[in-house]
């Protein structure tokens, strides 16, 4: 598909396509089933030579789940019995799904692991689910606050975001609304939170950072240590804004080429198009590079 490979910094990937249809609303959205057994002979055909797979589990709305499904006549001792039965069965959900995902990396070294963490562990939990995935080869965390339903400055996600700042691990947020869940969980402001708290943090903004990409810009100049992904800027913001070239161009610029990794939310979308929308921007070599390619492989230390 394209003459030189590049890396995607943003995919999801599931055991089963089972799993993936459901993530994706009952339907394969971009053509895709979501597993690995998928993705690496796809990535062997469109010259596509790293990606991360951000494979973190959406507890809040388990959780929603089972609380919903227990009967009314439970006794206030009981429901809080099955109330700690659901957050120890969560809590291994998390496990689980990272432990597979470090298994996946592990078989397809081309394939790396950003895990899940929740509060719905403790945070001693949280460290130690960190530190042992990072010694099973996980690269870095998956954050998405819209969808766990925890703002990203949250005091409850520190120790996971301690751990990986102190292990060298990438951070990757989404940033702004999901559907029809409100952005308030994932703010410019709420990014500057966590870069003061953690300077030294590797932290990864997805979609630009947007909606609001003059927010982003203004991060962007504030904290040098930021990146940010353009998962799904080329082709649409996750907001709804379409930018022109010439305001993708600019925004790519402004943000600086070289702190912008390309991402697709394979499974959920096809990175083709978007590749092809950024290789005719008219960007220069160099910068063309370092959003399709060399961005992505210093944070995945492949440079």
């Known amino acids: 598909m394209t003459d030189e490979?590049?890396?995607?910094?943003?995919?999801?990937?599931?055991p089963e396509a089972r799993i993936a249809i459901q993530a994706m609303g009952g339907a394969a959205r971009a053509g895709f089933t979501g597993t690995p057994e998928e993705l690496v002979p796809f990535m062997a055909e469109n010259g596509i030579e790293a990606v991360a797979m951000c494979n973190f589990t959406p507890i809040a709305d388990m959780i929603a789940a089972a609380r919903a499904r227990l009967?009314?006549?439970?006794?206030?001792?009981?429901?809080?019995?099955?109330?700690?039965?659901?957050?120890?069965?969560?809590?291994?959900?998390?496990?689980?799904?990272?432990?597979?995902?470090c298994r996946v990396s592990a078989a397809h070294p081309a394939l790396s692991t950003f895990i899940g963490v929740d509060p719905v562990l403790a945070p001693d939990e949280m460290e130690a689910e960190v530190e042992v995935r990072y010694r099973a080869g996980?690269?870095?965390?998956?954050?998405?606050?819209?969808?766990?339903?925890?703002?990203?400055?949250?005091?409850?996600?520190?120790?996971?975001?301690?751990a990986a700042q102190r292990l060298g691990m990438i951070v990757l947020t989404h940033m702004g609304p999901f559907g029809n869940i409100s952005g308030a969980y994932a703010t410019t402001a709420q990014a500057a939170a966590v870069a003061e708290t953690f300077p030294r943090l590797q932290l990864v903004l997805a979609h630009c950072a947007g909606p609001d990409f003059d927010a982003a810009v203004a991060l962007a100049e504030q904290y040098p240590q930021l990146v940010f992904d353009c998962c799904g800027v080329a082709s649409g913001t996750p907001g709804g804004r379409n930018l022109s070239d010439e305001q993708l161009v600019a925004l790519f610029r402004r943000l600086g080429t070289n702190r912008v990794a390309f991402g697709s939310d394979w499974c959920f979308r096809d990175p083709r198009p978007d590749v092809q929308r950024i290789k005719g921007l008219g960007l220069t070599r160099a910068e063309e590079r370092a959003i399709l390619h060399d961005t992505a492989a210093r944070l995945l230390g492949l440079s």
Do not use: C
């Not at 490979?5 to 599931?14: C, E, G, L, N, W």
């Not at 700690?84 to 990272?98: D, P, S, W």
């Open 138 to 162: 996980a690269r870095g965390i998956k954050l998405h606050p819209p969808v766990q339903r925890v703002a990203l400055d949250d005091p409850r996600l520190r120790p996971a975001l301690a």
């Open 5 to 14: 490979p590049f890396i995607d910094i943003h995919t999801h990937v599931y």
């Open 71 to 101: 009967p009314e006549w439970l006794s206030a001792g009981e429901r809080q019995d099955a109330e700690a039965e659901i957050r120890q069965r969560m809590a291994f959900r998390v496990r689980e799904r990272n432990g597979w995902s």
